[in-house]
């Protein structure tokens, strides 16, 4: 079988986290210019400067979160790191609303047990995910 590749569903509250956080962190700064009577836009250039690896940061997961099914593992992606997990280590795959730090960017999310240990990641398209990885291992439970 193909790999396919499975994109994070985003919730709007968190999109607007992401990118309004960015906004304000290049705004403020020049909002701060035009309010200030000694302040300097080349101050204001700087700090909008500084501020651009934190903005980068910020958005990776925006654009790097993706999950890759292949015939015998799941790689999961956040834009930081990637997680390799084998098919057959997987127990089970359960629906969640765990609010808890995951390479999802949704709270819509599926938890994946594997080898005593856990993580969440969140689908766009749930349904194809769990055909897909049901027709490549049927051994894992699948609660729906």
Known sequence: MADIVFTSKIDFWIAFMLWGGSFLMIAVPFWQ???????????????????????????????GTKYTLSDDQILI????????IKLTDI????????MISAPALSLDRLEIDYKNKKVLISPKDKL???QEIRARNPNIVIVK
Not at 77 to 84: A, E, K
Not at 91 to 98: E, Q
């Open 77 to 84: 992606d956040n834009g930081f790191s990637t997680q390799r």
């Open 33 to 63: 210019w035009k309010k200030s009577e000694n302040g300097s836009l080349a101050n204001s250039i700087f700090l909008a400067f500084i501020f651009l690896p934190l903005i980068a940061l910020m958005l990776m997961p925006f654009f």
């Open 91 to 98: 127990t089970y795959i359960a629906p969640t609303r765990n």
């Open 128 to 130: 194809l995910f769990y």
